[in-house]
Every structure is written in structure tokens, then in C-alpha cells.
């Protein structure tokens, strides 16, 4: 599928301005341009064009909001100086298996000042000597580069990053509803207690009243018997 059929599949009744992310992957460009992306993908942030056979990115139009750009597994050798110009904003650029010899290559990248990760995997110019230590010196701005900082730290993983904040957000609501069931069954238990204790006073004031209601009946017996007997006195 060419690179313009498969934006239009993509955009799926949507207008370019309302897409935020775009992967293009595996499809075809014809001759080895950017083809089908124009300027009225304002808002695009994350565009992926991994294996579409590019060799060149002098048509990439103007993507102001872009901030990560996956171009792996192209033909790439140059041109890399539009990037600064119609991506200013990069904080994350993908050139793994390209065909990138030279370090003088990368200098028009100097330019994006934002760019923190850069994936040079299966370049030819990672076989320089010192190559790590040359692209370090030479794009300062970058942290990351192969996916490891200077110290040999590796890049922490967004994905799993995102997974982890939605962990903790999610403990959150978990021990919140734990502590109103707690509330509820101590609610609960007072309030049992309450009834039961109602209960008792109940049961002992109905005691209270047959015992009174027995001595009233047992005093009015020894009355009558008294006058049973003044009548046979007389």
C-alpha cells in the first residue's frame, strides 16, 4: 500500500488537524520522498515511518508539535537538516538501520535543541572509533543515545512508567473503598450493639412489670382473705 492510501485509511474520517499520533509503518514510498503528509497535520506529536523505503526527507512538511519521529529501517543517508527546520520541537528521533556513515552527518541536528534520545542502531557510524564519546560531544542536548546515557544508564522505559503511575492511581480508590467498608461494618456493629442492648432494657422492664403486676395480685388475695375472716367472726 502507498504511503498516500494509507494516511487517508489512517485519518479514518477525521480532518489531519485532529490527528495527534500516525503510524505509517511498512508502507511504500513511491520515490523515496514523504508523500500524503501536508501542513495541515498541526497537531500531529508522534509520527512513525518505519521501512516505507525514504531516502530523503526534503518533502517532510512543517509539524511544529511533533515530538517523536520513529524513521527506522530506511535509506536514509542525509538530509537530516530538515528536521531542525520542520520539527523543531524533537525530543526523540529514531534512525536505527539507515544508511548514516559519517559523524559530519549528524551535525544538522545540532539544531533541535530539545532532542533528548537519539537511536543510531545498525548504522554504519557506530562502527567509528569513539563513536558514543563523539555524538555525546557533538549534540550535547542528547541524554540518550542507542537507549543508554553516558554513564551507561539505560533509558527508562515511558511505557512502563505510565504503567506504573496507573498502579498507583489505581491503589488509591482500592484502599479508599477498603477503609469505607471498614467504616460501614464499625456503623454497622455500634449500631447492632445498640439493638441488642435496647433489647435487654426491653426484656427487663417487662420483667419489672409482671413482678409488680404479681405483688399487686398477691396483695389483693391477702385483702380478700382478711375479709373473708371478719366475716366469719361475726
Known sequence: MDMKKRITLELR??????????????SRSADGEVEGLTDEF????FLSMVNVGLSSLTKLPALPKLRKLELSDNN????????????PNLTYLNLSGNKIKELSTLEALQNL??????DLFNC????????????????PQVTYLDGFDQEDNEA???????????GEEGAGPTGDYDDEEDEEEDEDGSEGGEEEYDEEDDYAEEEEDQAA??????????????????????
Not at 498541526?42 to 506529536?45: A, C, G, I, P, S
Not at 530538515?82 to 520539527?87: F, G, I, N, Q, V
Not at 535543541?113 to 537519539?118: I, N, P, Y
Request: some cysteine; glycine content about 4%; hydrophobic content about 25%.
Open 42 to 45: 498541526t497537531e500531529l506529536e
Open 124 to 139: 554504519e557510524i557506530t562502527s567509528l572509533e569513539d563513536y558514543r564519546e563523539s555524538v555525546f560531544e557533538l549534540l
Open 113 to 118: 535543541k530539545s532532542l533528548q534520545s537519539l
Open 76 to 87: 536514509l543517508s542525509g538530509s537530516l537538516e530538515t528536521l531542525a527546520e520542520k520539527c
Open 213 to 234: 403486676a404479681q405483688g399487686q395480685k398477691r396483695k389483693r388475695e391477702v385483702e380478700d382473705e382478711g375479709e373473708e375472716d371478719d366475716d366469719d367472726e361475726d
Open 13 to 26: 474520517n477525521r480532518t489531519p488537524a485532529e490527528i495527534v499520533e500516525l503510524v505509517l509503518d511498512n
Open 156 to 166: 527508562p522505559d515511558s511505557e512502563a512508567d505510565d504503567e506504573d503511575d496507573e
